[in-house]
């Protein structure tokens, strides 16, 4: 029976392998259509008897505002340039912090890559199943994406607000303009909102968001965008 059972994980782990490795190199070039959040978030409109679409418009990541860029490096990744798609430092640091915690509010340490692999391929919500999915797939990504396209992904996937997907669509909605019009002000403001998108608005923020929204915007300065990337396309690092 046990033999049985080792088998079964076995061929379930091999077919996840194939499966997620097949479909990293596929996303390398094609934009993906829809990911799980976007169905999960429908499907919790259907439940609550509310329509719940889903808007987004894909751009490139040179048809973004720096100023979009270096904000959401600073919130979300200042060191996205320098790891490998996990920051083990810094996930030791949360483990350790998280432990001293006993279930009271805990730290994460998702990267970029870390958190645009479960928006791409995994769902929402804290566990440690999760977790290690994300820390498999996030070197994945490193591998067959590259730090650009892991940059463009994450910033045209990622939920701003209900049904409201990417960078593109989000300036539209909160600011009337495109991606690449944003200043650094509306820049800050967006990525403060990323950690609680469908409870922050943007465009009228509460007096944590744009306290939020202003340390960001200091820490941004630091971020530097003059390095072009292995592609020779675009680049950062952060200083």
């Given amino acids: 029976m046990i033999r049985w059972l080792l088998g079964w994980v076995m061929r379930l782990a091999a077919g996840f392998f194939l499966v997620s490795l097949a479909a990293a190199i596929a996303y390398r070039f094609v934009d993906p259509p829809l990911t799980p959040l976007m169905v999960i978030r429908m499907v919790e409109g259907v439940a609550a008897h509310r329509r719940v679409g889903v808007t987004k418009r894909w751009v490139d990541v040179e ?17 996205f340039f320098v790891h490998h798609g996990v920051d083990l430092d810094a996930l030791r640091r949360a483990l350790t912090y998280n432990a001293r915690q006993r279930g009271r509010r805990l730290r994460g340490a998702g990267t970029i890559t870390m958190q645009c692999a479960r928006n791409v391929f995994l769902w929402q919500g804290r566990s440690y199943v999760r977790k290690a999915l994300e820390i498999y797939l996030a070197p994945v990504l490193e591998l067959a994406w590259g730090k650009r396209r892991i940059l ?30 944003l200043d650094a002000r509306q820049s800050a403001l967006l990525a403060a909102a990323l950690p609680d998108p469908r409870r922050s608005n943007p465009a009228a923020p509460s007096r944590y968001l744009a306290a939020r929204a202003a340390i960001i915007s200091a820490r941004a300065e630091r971020v530097r965008l003059d390095r072009l990337g292995a592609a020779g396309r675009t680049g950062a690092q952060a200083a």
């Fill in 63 to 79: 048809s973004v505002s720096p100023t979009l860029l270096r904000a959401v490096l600073a919130a979300e990744d200042a060191r």
């Fill in 152 to 181: 463009e992904v994450y910033l045209n996937v990622i939920e701003w607000g209900e049904g409201l997907y990417g960078v593109e669509a989000a300036a539209e909605h909160y600011f009337g303009v495109s991606a690449a019009q």
